[in-house]
């Protein structure tokens, strides 16, 4: 695995080694050792699936307060999504700060996503799916978001929303 680091402190982008032959590749995806020692937290105590009809459909953006705060590594398993963290970490130097990244199944990349950042995505073709690996817990009393349009964030959503949950519509600014 390849690890690249962001802009935001302790967020990563995952690039699998991919050993191929005339049978296809096989990459490893996850690590623990490896994880360790780029100082991530390697707890994994759930995993989860999104499942998106359109092109279009946003979702976020999500984190959860202490002491739920989650970890999270976010892969794409099928088509393509615009993937999106904000530092939201009090006394962080980038707070409210964003780094994005396309996420596809094609590329088998992945972003680490680390407590106190929350986390969003637009998808960029239809039937798309994403699999976390969460080092938390989900609580709903813990679970909090910000607007995906706050001017403070300033993302450059690459298109149209063209579906949203209206939690996600509601959700409060950042300032």
């Not at 990244?101 to 798309?128: C, R």
């Not at 690996?133 to 609580?139: A, H, L, M």
């Not at 978001?145 to 993302?155: K, L, V």
Request: aromatic share 12%; glycine share 6%; net charge negative.
């Amino acid at each position: 695995m390849i690890f690249k680091e962001t802009p935001l402190a302790g967020a990563y982008v995952l690039e699998p080694e991919r050993f191929a032959d005339d049978r296809g590749f096989f990459a490893r995806t996850y690590d623990r050792d490896q994880f360790e020692a780029h100082g991530l937290d390697p707890e994994v105590v759930q995993c989860s699936v999104s499942y998106n009809h359109r092109r279009g459909t946003l979702r976020g953006l999500h984190f959860q307060v202490p002491p739920h705060e989650e970890a999270k590594l976010v892969r794409c398993t099928r088509g393509r999504i615009w993937d999106v963290i904000v530092d939201v970490r009090l006394g962080s130097s980038t707070r409210g700060k964003h780094f994005a990244v396309v996420l596809s199944a094609d590329q088998g990349n992945a972003l680490y996503v680390p407590k106190g950042i929350a986390h969003g995505f637009l998808t960029l073709e239809d039937a798309t799916e994403i699999f976390y690996q969460i080092s938390e817990r989900y609580s709903p009393d813990h679970s909090r978001g910000y607007r995906w349009d706050d001017p403070i964030f300033a993302i450059p959503w690459p298109e149209p929303v063209a579906v949203m949950a209206d939690k996600d519509r509601n959700l409060p600014f950042f300032s």
